[in-house]
């Protein structure tokens, strides 16, 4: 177990949501239209802050990510977990110590992902480079497991840290450079840097240590200059609290809905993380706050034959996935071989098409039979998703999407799972920057159990809301 609060999160959003509201934005597809106007015929130089590397500066954040959580937890919240001795520390470094734990679903899936983009963003921040990076979230979460926690070290916390962290810690890195503008100053440039480092602590506090914060520089190499697109929500939805497919049972709430699409898939495709998509949904909620963090990185990219009606790139990408409403929940780690098409089928008509597939390489999936005092089983598996959208005439927008998966339990109730969902949006742009949009969307959970009766559930939903556009 590890501490981690939702409201730093949901603090995070809102700020986030108030900075970009200033600006105008895009869906995925129109993204993809918008920034391809200025880069055809001509390769976009990717440029981000390059500090010299600094280990003795990287090893003191890594050492401060490790200790200000155990203090916080050993000497603030007396937590039971956090008493460690010579023998607890004697006992997990066996490594027959090691076993699956019980916590809560929001502390495995989105606690220890977060503590493990501190433990990549001590690296990141301090010259290091993406791969080089990822190394300090193998060994601060070994060294949590073994060192800091009296409860036996986990392998789903192992995984869950490890890969979200890396994961969550590129995109908060990149996000924060990208908030920071440089060249300006006052409350604006005092409060972007707030952001930023709300957004990602170690990057903050190097910009402090580096004397860097707040202070006007001209070099265009100290800000990320990446293209950034997005979209504003807010709106109303419809869940089907109950099992079953009579939407007349559900209730409605309020949500709204952040997503951003960072730099271009058609361009610098061979660097990690240069094209990366964040969906991030908050509302009416008995559960939580913030209910969906969904993100999307590329990790390489390669060209497929194209021409001027046509062009098609092969992605490889690492995807973290977090959702939590009355409806459901689901936790995911995975990664996905992906082919992103345009077809240019008339002068005023855009098809975009995506398919992807790829291994899950850790999921936490709801089980009503509990298991050990959870309600959730660990599961692997393999996942696809398939999307098409339309734009028409830069005013009307159709698009349709599938996201699926086979799950078999690897720790658990003995079972395998069926994941479905299927969604549509119809969206209008009334006036520059500002649409009106409708989503229905349909998700099916079919669990086959070995030792219990099988489960079908069925959540329809639907949506509608006011999008603001964000082109940055």
Same mark, same amino acid.
């Given at each position: ?12 959003f809102?700020?986030f ?10 869906s995925?597809?129109d993204?993809e ?11 976009v ?12 500066r ?5 050492g401060?990510?490790e ?6 937890d ?15 520390v004697?006992h ?8 699956w734990?019980n916590?809560?679903?929001q502390t495995?899936q ?17 010259g ?7 190394p ?10 073994t ?7 986990s392998?789903n916390?192992f995984?869950?840290?490890t ?6 810690g590129?995109m908060t890195?990149?996000?924060s ?16 840097e707030?952001l ?6 170690m990057?903050g ?5 580096d ?7 001209g070099k265009?190499?100290?800000?990320d200059s990446s293209k ?6 807010? *709106? ?6 109950? @099992? ?5 049972? /559900?209730?409605? %709430? $309020?949500?709204g #809905?952040?997503?951003?699409l960072?730099?271009n898939?058609y ?5 990690p993380?240069?094209?990366m ?5 908050? *509302?009416?909620?008995d559960s939580s706050?913030? @209910?969906?963090?969904n993100?999307?990185? /590329?990790?390489? %990219? $390669?060209?497929? #034959?194209?021409?001027e009606?046509?062009?098609?790139l092969a992605?490889l990408s690492?995807?973290?996935d977090?959702?939590r409403?009355?409806a459901?929940?689901?936790g ?6 992906n082919?992103i098409?345009e077809?240019?089928l ?5 098809l975009?098409t995506?398919?992807?597939?790829g291994p899950?390489?850790l ?10 005092g959870r ?7 393999v996942?696809?998703s398939?999307?098409a ?5 830069d005013k009307?927008?159709?698009s ?13 109730n003995?079972?395998h799972?069926f ?6 949006e ?5 006036t520059?920057?500002?649409?009106f ?32 556009n964000?082109?940055?």
């Amino acid at each position: 177990m590890q501490f981690v609060s939702t409201r730093y999160l949901a603090l995070f959003f809102v700020f986030f949501g108030f900075y970009i509201a200033e600006l105008k934005a895009q869906s995925p597809f129109d993204a993809e239209r918008l920034l391809k106007r200025d880069s055809v015929n001509r390769k976009v130089k990717l440029d981000l802050p390059k500090p010299p590397k600094r280990f003795g500066r990287a090893a003191m954040q890594f050492g401060l990510a490790e200790l200000i959580p155990f203090t916080f937890d050993r000497y603030i919240t007396h937590a039971d977990y956090a008493y460690i001795s010579f023998k607890t520390v004697g006992h997990n470094l066996k490594p027959s110590s090691w076993t699956w734990d019980n916590d809560e679903f929001q502390t495995n899936q989105f606690g220890h992902p977060y503590h493990g983009s501190l433990f990549f963003s001590s690296f990141r921040a301090n010259g290091y480079s993406f791969w080089q990076s990822a190394p300090a979230v193998v060994a601060g979460s070994y060294l949590w497991e073994t060192f800091a926690e009296n409860q036996e070290p986990s392998p789903n916390d192992f995984i869950n840290t490890t890969f979200g962290g890396i994961v969550l810690g590129e995109m908060t890195y990149r996000l924060s450079n990208r908030i920071v503008n440089n060249h300006t100053y006052g409350f604006r440039r005092q409060a972007s840097e707030v952001l930023g480092f709300i957004v990602n602590p170690m990057n903050g506090l190097t910009r402090i240590m580096d004397g860097k914060w707040g202070k006007v520089s001209g070099k265009h190499v100290d800000q990320d200059s990446s293209k950034v697109t997005a979209e504003l929500d807010l *709106g109303i939805r419809r869940y089907n609290n109950e @099992n079953g497919s009579d939407l007349k049972k /559900s209730k409605f %709430g $309020w949500y709204g #809905r952040v997503k951003l699409l960072y730099g271009n898939a058609y361009e610098n495709y061979r660097v990690p993380f240069s094209n990366m998509y964040i969906n991030a949904e908050f *509302g009416k909620d008995d559960s939580s706050f913030v @209910n969906a963090i969904n993100v999307y990185g /590329s990790l390489a %990219g $390669w060209r497929i #034959r194209s021409g001027e009606q046509k062009r098609h790139l092969a992605v490889l990408s690492a995807n973290y996935d977090y959702i939590r409403n009355r409806a459901f929940f689901y936790g995911a780690q995975s990664v996905k071989m992906n082919l992103i098409s345009e077809y240019k089928l008339r002068s005023k008509i855009t098809l975009n098409t995506t398919l992807g597939i790829g291994p899950v390489l850790l999921a936490a999936v709801p089980d009503p039979y509990l298991f050990k005092g959870r309600n959730y089983d660990y599961t692997s598996g393999v996942g696809i998703s398939a999307s098409a959208g339309f734009n028409i005439d830069d005013k009307l927008y159709f698009s349709a999407s599938y996201r699926g998966g086979w799950l078999t339990t690897i720790n658990g109730n003995a079972s395998h799972y069926f994941l479905h969902t299927v969604s549509g949006e119809i969206r209008y742009e009334f006036t520059p920057g500002l649409s009106f949009c409708a989503e229905p969307g349909y998700l099916t959970l079919e669990g086959n159990y070995k030792d219990h009766e099988d489960v079908d559930k069925k959540y329809p939903y639907l949506r509608a809301s006011f999008r603001y556009n964000v082109n940055l």
